[in-house]
């Protein structure tokens, strides 16, 4: 049994369902990411761990203990918010004190313990300013340091890089998980960013509508997307519509293209069923529009109708007999030109196959 | 300074007002003029009259104002004004709060309006209102009589309780205008983060809603002080003569009721303003001290 069982959750705010049948098990110090667009229950369920929300039915427990029949302030869960929340009449050392405080810890082990707490997110000078002397990144430093000081069962964090910029949010992403590493506390960590959530997670949850779409580790979720919504949620994802042609051969039908896919991702499609064949853009391989066909893969003659610099690569779109498709190249490989014609190659097993003929959400 | 550093500075257009900004000064002139004309300039002419005496310039009038009954009638206006002003923090407080958190936008929005309504209504008019309503012939006195519920002798609206409770009318409801943007400035996570760290609802608020709260609630304090202690038209037209506040005397001096004597009413009505000066510049300090923390 996980550390923290989340089982059947449901929550509905006006009669629109926020959460629906939520299943989740956590283990002892792990780190486990939410991830899902605006409005897909992320951070309404963190709020139902918390306490913050009641949900309409389901249990929260740890251990033996239903969550659901403890009060808010007696679940022990550290919680980080998006903007910061540090109290505003409070310098960062009471920030950080006023957990413990609450509980009655003694003078003296809160003397010795805020300290420790400011030097692991290496703020120990920061002690004595107050919330507004301190940059957003600090601030969230602070509150970081206030939510693991209670010692906290579990650590809630809803989407706490979303008001940093770009290069403090990577420096602190790497701090938060270093942090969790070292005190191996179990965290759920809510947040839009897919980026985020792969760099900095054990498990990501992928949520859309309030219900699971999928659950996996990082590289599970990004090379074997269980549907349409997570391949195209997590990083870019060329979706190719076609028909089953010869399953046992492992090839498919894309418009005027044959492509050749893994056979044993068509087990049990019949020949003429639909199915997306999902591609990634660092998997595809541009040469000039002459190259010789290599056995055992798939080349298809493209157009480049966009180049987009991406700093460790370029990115081109391109038009493969009136199939969209992108592909990402090394800057070094090139140069190429708009306009001009090229052959895609990629393996067979760069392919996975989704059944049915719904396209993937942008 | 080097020739250039001059010449750089002869040429900064930041030295010199643009015509823009010169078209924007000319639009307070009005504002300026009014200034001047209202505030400035009577205050000026208060100040020089109550300095003059019968033997020249002096502080005699000053002197002269701190009789017995004279330092009586601002014991009376500090009392009421301190009574008031708590009773409508106190109170208004609580209201205030209900409003912002109730879910209804619709009352939230009419009971805004109507505290806005009530905050402005003072004066003779009120007073009149609390004659119709709780005198010894009012609407809710013969009410509250024929139900058996004798107001009367035990209350009086024409007594000191009596003012109180008309003051407190449009004190509570300047305080809940007052105190409402400071209660919307209380974020939703700070009792969030506080209910996590393990503090009930009573911690919260002695912990972190009521400190974050108190310039706000102590400017708001004090503001209502001076509202109250400058108030002369409710007293007047509710109690007259029979009650003994500074006002009073002030207008009693200048008509000439027992004796004409502006001067005195001058020095009164300058150390009154001195009183309420003090009041709104606390006031200005503590709400300087919201917006810094909410910054």
């Given amino acids: 049994m996980a550390h923290v069982e989340l089982e059947d959750l449901h929550k509905s705010f006006a009669g629109k369902p926020a959460v629906r049948g939520f299943h989740l098990g956590i283990e002892q110090g792990e780190f486990v990411s939410l991830l899902g667009p605006s409005g897909c229950g992320k951070t309404t369920t963190l709020r139902i761990i918390a306490g913050f929300e009641t949900p309409d039915s389901g249990a929260v427990r740890i251990g033996a203990e239903n969550l659901l029949d403890i009060a808010p302030h007696r679940r022990g869960m550290g919680v980080v918010f998006q903007n910061y929340a540090l109290f505003p009449h409070l310098t960062a050392w009471n920030n950080i004190a006023f957990g413990m405080r609450i509980a009655g810890r003694p003078a003296a082990r809160i003397r010795d313990r805020v300290p420790e707490l400011l030097a692991l997110v290496g703020l120990q000078d920061a002690g004595r300013k107050y919330p507004r002397e301190l940059s957003g990144g600090q601030q969230q430093r602070i509150a970081l340091a206030r939510a693991l000081a209670i010692e906290p069962r579990m650590l809630l964090l809803d989407e706490p890089l979303s008001a940093l910029d770009a290069v403090v949010r990577v420096a602190l992403r790497d701090e938060i998980r270093r942090i969790q590493t070292t005190l191996g506390v179990t965290t759920l960590y809510v947040t839009h960013d897919q980026e985020e959530a792969l760099a900095i997670s054990d498990r990501i949850v992928v949520m859309r509508e309030g219900r699971i779409e999928q659950i996996g580790t990082a590289e599970v979720i990004y090379a074997e997307p269980a549907s349409r919504f997570v391949a195209g949620f997590i990083g870019k994802m060329n979706q190719l519509q076609g028909r089953v042609d010869e399953p046992n051969l492992g090839r498919v039908r894309c418009g005027a293209h044959s492509l050749l896919v893994p056979p044993e991702a068509l087990a049990g499609l019949r020949p003429g069923a639909p199915v997306t064949v999902l591609v990634r853009p660092e998997a595809i391989g541009v040469g000039p529009a002459d190259a010789p066909a290599r056995e055992g893969g798939n080349h298809l003659p493209a157009r480049i109708d966009a180049i987009t610099f991406l700093g460790a690569a370029r990115r081109l779109g391109l038009d493969a007999g009136g199939q969209r498709m992108v592909a990402d190249i090394s800057t070094a490989s090139g140069p190429y030109r708009r306009g001009e014609s090229v052959t895609l190659a990629f393996p067979a097993d760069a392919c996975r196959i989704l059944a049915g003929d719904e396209p993937a959400p942008a | ?295």
Avoid at chain 2, 14 to 24: F, L
Avoid at chain 2, 148 to 155: K, M, S
Avoid at chain 2, 164 to 173: E, K, N, R, S
Avoid at chain 2, 250 to 255: E, H, K, M, S
């Fill in chain 2, 1 to 295: 300074m080097t020739g250039a550093t001059r010449m750089a500075g002869a040429n900064d257009p930041r030295r010199r007002p643009s015509r823009r900004g010169r078209a924007a000064w000319l639009g307070l002139l009005p504002l300026l003029l009014f200034t001047l004309a209202f505030e400035l300039l009577p205050i000026l002419m208060l100040v020089r009259s109550s300095l003059v005496t019968d033997a020249g310039f002096g502080l005699g009038n000053f002197g002269r104002a701190l009789t017995p009954t004279m330092l009586s009638a601002f014991a009376n206006s500090i009392k009421l004004s301190l009574v008031t002003a708590a009773a409508g923090v106190g109170f208004g407080g609580i209201v205030a709060y209900a409003i912002v958190t109730t879910r209804s936008v619709m009352v939230q929005h009419a009971l805004t309006a109507l505290a806005d309504v009530t905050a402005n209504f003072g004066g003779a008019p009120l007073a009149f209102a609390f004659i119709i309503t709780l005198g010894s012939t009012g609407v809710v006195t013969l009410l509250l009589q024929a139900i058996g519920i004798d107001l009367y002798p035990g209350f009086r609206i024409y007594s000191v309780a009596g003012l109180a409770i008309a003051y407190v009318y449009f004190q509570l409801p300047l305080l809940i205008l007052l105190v409402i943007p400071a209660l919307l400035g209380l974020e939703r996570e700070w009792r969030e983060a506080a209910t996590s760290l393990g503090a009930t609802s009573t911690q919260y608020w002695l912990r972190v809603a009521l400190p974050i709260l108190a310039p706000s609630l102590l400017g708001s304090f004090l503001l209502l002080f001076a509202n109250a202690f400058g108030a002369y038209a409710t007293a007047w037209t509710l109690t007259g003569p029979d009650i003994n506040l500074i006002t009073v005397q002030i207008a009693a001096l200048v008509r000439g009721e027992v004796q004409l004597d502006p001067a005195l009413a001058d020095a009164l009505a300058l150390l009154s303003i001195a009183i309420m000066a003090i009041c709104v510049a606390g006031y200005h300090f503590l709400t300087g001290r919201v917006r810094r923390l909410a910054s």
